[in-house]
């Protein structure tokens, strides 16, 4: 009977090397190892704002700044580039309540005097610099910067901005237009400088992305094409509403 009690006395005290004898014979569950965790793949960059893939952007110029047709200006061909722009958002911008157009046609109408002088000095400038090829070159640059303003990731930015120099320029006195324009051409190209930024940021994340891994499809963005029959060129030309097809629609 006491070696009995002695037996009894002992199991609690034998700790993990008498369990089994205490507990009739019993087997502790063991846990498995855990499983290897797998490394999660790294998702591929996509372009910003459902841009295309391999976009030529503008390069950052000697003084940090993008290199874009909107630069070293003179103050008329600002003014003009600023109205150009307003042009586009008059085409493209339908939202607000048609702001962008009924605003571009109000700075026609309030700014005539100030817009022909500017016309006829970049007019002036171009005969100086290009002599007979002035109207090719002026009508190419156009183009150009028609293009520009009319880059279809940026526009979401660039409508709600144009609205705003739409505002700002039909306040203003046709004497303080022309001071203005540096200001509502650099507002105006902000958004697109944005894009940039954002777009050499992929590039570089797309570089540094590890390679080996299946690439996904990015958004496909077709880029907007005007030609001379898209483009309102003349300041006493005002825009019609709905002449947003003309702009989307690719013209060579």
Not at 43 to 69: E, F, K
Not at 90 to 107: H, I, P
Not at 146 to 167: D, H, I, M, S, T
Not at 198 to 205: E, I, K, V
Request: positive net charge; contains cysteine; hydrophobic residues 45%.
């Amino acid at each position: 009977m006491r070696a009995s009690i002695r037996h009894l006395l002992l199991c609690p005290l034998g700790g993990m090397a008498l369990l089994s004898g205490c507990a009739g014979q019993r087997e502790v569950a063991v846990a498995p190892p855990p499983a290897p965790v797998r490394a999660q793949p790294v998702p591929q960059p996509l372009p910003p704002m459902g841009a295309t893939a391999n976009m030529q952007i503008p390069p950052i110029g000697a003084d940090g700044l993008r290199v874009t047709p909107n630069r070293d200006l003179s103050g008329a061909a600002t003014l003009w580039h600023m109205r150009m722009a307003l042009n586009v958002a008059a085409l493209s911008c339908q939202g607000n309540g048609d702001a962008a157009r009924l605003q571009y046609n109000a700075l026609l109408a309030r700014h005539r005097a100030a817009l022909t002088r500017a016309n006829a000095q970049v007019e002036g400038e171009y005969k100086a610099q290009f002599g007979g090829g002035a109207i090719a070159q002026r009508e190419r640059l156009n183009t150009i910067v028609y293009n520009f303003f009319a880059l279809p990731p940026a526009q979401a930015g660039f409508c709600a901005e144009a609205v705003r120099v739409g505002a700002a320029v039909n306040s203003l006195p046709t004497d303080q237009l022309l001071a203005y324009a540096p200001t509502g051409l650099a507002a105006l190209e902000k958004p697109f400088t944005d894009f940039f930024d954002a777009y050499a940021r992929y590039q570089t994340d797309l570089a540094a992305w590890p390679s080996g891994r299946t690439l996904a499809m990015a958004p496909v963005v077709l880029e907007v094409r005007l030609s001379r029959a898209d483009l309102i060129a003349d300041d006493g030309v005002t825009v019609p509403k709905g002449a947003m097809p003309r702009l989307l629609a690719r013209a060579d």
